[in-house]
């Protein structure tokens, strides 16, 4: 285990944090609007993670597909959507949305399709 103390020099914050806010710059300025349900506006932080999960497991495991560069692009986007939803917590609406019923799962419908011995009242609707 490597226990050697890195230090990350006051130069290299200074730079992510602007990179950060250059990037919340630039996205409000191309969508100045921001969700007041907290949700959807977690989705759209959670749009950004989604790239920068794929981009760091793609480095890992396929690194012809992307790059370091990739990678700090999508954390410096995903770091500038979670200042976004910050900046915006004292104007979420907290307020469960409309639900519906969801149909009751029909086990016999699923081992027919294992069997491919669909009934048919299931074929026929
Ligand atoms: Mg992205």
């Known amino acids: 285990m490597n226990t050697t103390k890195q230090t990350v020099s006051e130069e290299s ?3 992510v944090i602007d990179q950060v806010f250059s990037e ?11 969700p007041t349900d907290p949700l959807r506006a977690l989705a759209v932080l959670g ?5 920068l999960n794929k981009a760091i497991l793609q480095l890992t495991y ?3 597909k992307t790059s370091h560069a ?5 954390a410096i986007q995903t770091a500038a959507m979670a200042l976004r ?5 004292d104007r979420y609406q907290y307020a469960p949305c409309r639900q519906h019923s ?12 294992e ?7 299931y074929e026929n609707g």
């Open 13 to 15: 914050i200074k730079t």
């Open 24 to 34: 919340v710059r630039n996205a409000t300025e191309k969508y100045p609007t921001w």
């Open 47 to 51: 749009e950004e993670y989604g790239e």
């Open 62 to 64: 396929e690194p012809s």
């Open 70 to 74: 990739e990678v700090r692009m999508e």
């Open 85 to 89: 939803l910050a900046m915006s917590l």
């Open 102 to 113: 969801q149909q009751k799962l029909d086990l016999t419908v699923i081992r027919a399709r």
């Open 115 to 121: 069997k491919d011995d669909f009934p048919e009242y």
